[in-house]
């Protein structure tokens, strides 16, 4: 009686089964609640949720209540456990799901309590992080009185935020990072023997589609990604058009659902991890990091897709997070809610943006530069569009000016004809394409744009001399640097379609396997 069997802080836990007795899961005390209750679980019950997957370290308390017997699966054989047994996989897998749901609604989500302004473009970092990585949490913004209650309490300054209130530690001028290594989910040094068959670089479909079918595959397999898990496919609002998927699903979920296949089969998932290069070290490859790290790994794939363009407008920068957002999600959305927005671009992601903030009942107008809007974007969203009575649809116009006092309050509108016009504001959305996130790589070969060449894309001038040693020419997808591989919206010739970014994570992985026997 009285027993811990696991408490917060704690790195790691085993799958336990309890064969009779009791144990409850209490959520500890904070600064201004008591310990509370959660569940409780006996005979032919078992403890876990996701953070048994993610790595996660333990932020509730198991204590025995009744005593008995329980039977402890280490994490070692519970990843081979869902991964060798569909049945038992899939039971397990539901039953996590629902109970994180569960404790994000319930006094657990108090173990995580961000505090920040609602327009400060690091603690939407901050909150993005959290619902990428699907963690119990409370947002408190500071101009409501629970936020400013929780300030005074802890206490805060206006110069620690953000800030993260965690059981143990308050994390002052917080970030995605520091958070991340708090709760045990970024990278962690492996021992210096262990050495990885895959690491992919970048966790969009493409790098998550790659780890599906590595780690099925019997692959040993590490993703890691500079931000958090779903790329930029996770910001999407609506995916109409990825087969399987008729009502059509956001990218947030599809996202998500596929970093939990990829763990079910035993991928390990790290974020944020800001990769340095890839280097060949002594017949494999080493994957740096900025901190000094490093990842042994037979094969590499970047995966890293693109990041978002800004537009060339005096202040941009200074709206950011404050008014200026590259996604439309729940988050930015709850920002604006029924007031005046403009989402800029003419392709899908902008059409789907427009449309989900119009359900939102936000007045959009959407601005394309060209004069064509059929051009870049499907025929079923540009119906929607036009038949949608809460969008505006400005072509041959642009964005020339954002002005506002501490938050964005207005932008200027240039039409082809010259007109200048201003608009009250209360968000601008901007998706006017993206350039590969390829500058911190500098070993691989890259075109005019910065994208990536692979496979029959590389001239014998591309190649270094160590594949004349090799005696063969680089394989589908993989790079002008033996091992390495890329796919997704980082390659040259890519769709810049999620259909098709998933194609080339899961075709990748054949040449991965053509090189794993071979010395790098």
Not at 180 to 198: F, I, K, M, V
Not at 218 to 234: E, F, K, P, S, Y
Not at 460 to 483: K, M
Request: glycine share 12%; hydrophobic share 45%.
């Amino acid at each position: 009686m009285g027993d811990i069997v696991f408490r917060p802080g704690d790195p790691a836990y085993d799958l336990i089964v309890i064969e009779s007795g009791r144990i409850e899961i209490v959520s500890p005390s904070t600064h201004d609640e008591s310990e509370a209750p959660i569940a409780s679980y006996g005979a032919g019950g078992f403890l876990g949720e996701l953070n048994l997957l993610t790595g996660q370290t333990a932020y509730l308390t198991a204590r025995v209540v009744a005593a008995g017997t329980i039977h402890r699966i280490a994490p070692d054989r519970f990843r081979r456990l869902m991964a060798d047994d569909p049945e038992v996989s899939d039971l397990l897998l539901r039953t996590f799901l629902w109970r994180r749901d569960h404790l994000r609604d319930s006094p657990a989500a108090r173990s995580i309590e961000i505090v920040g302004s609602g327009m400060s473009a690091e603690a939407l970092a901050l909150r993005t992080f959290a619902a990428r990585q699907r963690l119990p949490h409370v947002w408190l913004d500071i101009d409501t009185l629970p936020g400013r209650a929780l300030m005074s309490l802890v206490p805060l300054a206006a110069a620690d935020l953000p800030a993260v209130v965690l059981r143990d530690r308050v994390l002052r001028r917080a970030g995605p990072s520091g958070l991340a290594q708090a709760l045990g989910l970024s990278y962690r040094s492996a021992p210096a023997r262990t050495l990885h068959d895959l690491t992919i670089i970048g966790s969009g479909p493409a790098g998550l589609a790659a780890a599906v079918s590595g780690a099925s595959e019997g692959l040993r397999t590490i993703v890691v990604d500079m931000v958090g898990i779903g790329g930029q496919a996770a910001a999407s609002s609506r995916i109409e058009n990825y087969v399987g998927f008729p009502s059509g699903i956001s990218g947030y979920d599809l996202t998500q659902r596929a970093a939990l296949q990829a763990m079910k089969f035993g991928a390990e998932l790290r974020s944020p991890g800001q990769v340095d290069g890839i280097y060949p070290v002594d017949g494999h490859l080493s994957v740096r990091f900025t901190d000094g790290t490093g990842i042994d790994t037979r094969t590499a794939v970047i995966a890293t897709g693109a990041r978002y363009r800004s537009l060339p407008v005096p202040g941009w920068a200074d709206f950011e997070g404050a008014g200026i957002y590259y996604a439309a999600t729940e988050i930015e959305a709850q920002a604006c809610s029924g007031q005046p927005v403009v989402v800029v671009g003419g392709a899908n992601s902008a059409g789907q943006a427009a449309l989900f903030l119009a359900k939102r009942g936000c007045s959009v107008t959407l601005v394309v530069r060209g004069s064509d809007i059929e051009a870049g974007m499907s025929a079923y969203l540009v119906d929607r569009l036009r038949h949608d009575p809460r969008v505006e649809i400005q072509v041959n116009a642009q964005v020339v000016g954002v002005a506002g006092a501490t938050v964005l309050e207005a932008i200027t509108l240039a039409s082809s004809g010259a007109e200048v016009s201003e608009r009250r504001c209360a968000a601008l959305f901007c998706f006017i394409g993206a350039e590969p996130a390829t500058s911190w790589q500098s070993g691989v070969v890259v075109d005019r744009g910065g994208f990536i060449l692979t496979g029959s894309q590389l001239t014998p001038t591309d190649l270094p001399p160590v594949w004349a040693a090799l005696g063969r020419r680089p394989l589908p997808f993989e790079t002008s640097a033996p091992g390495v591989f890329a796919a997704g919206d980082v390659r040259v010739g890519s769709m810049r379609r999620v259909a098709a970014a998933v194609g080339e994570g899961a075709s990748v992985i054949r040449s991965v396997h053509e090189v794993i026997g071979v010395r790098i």
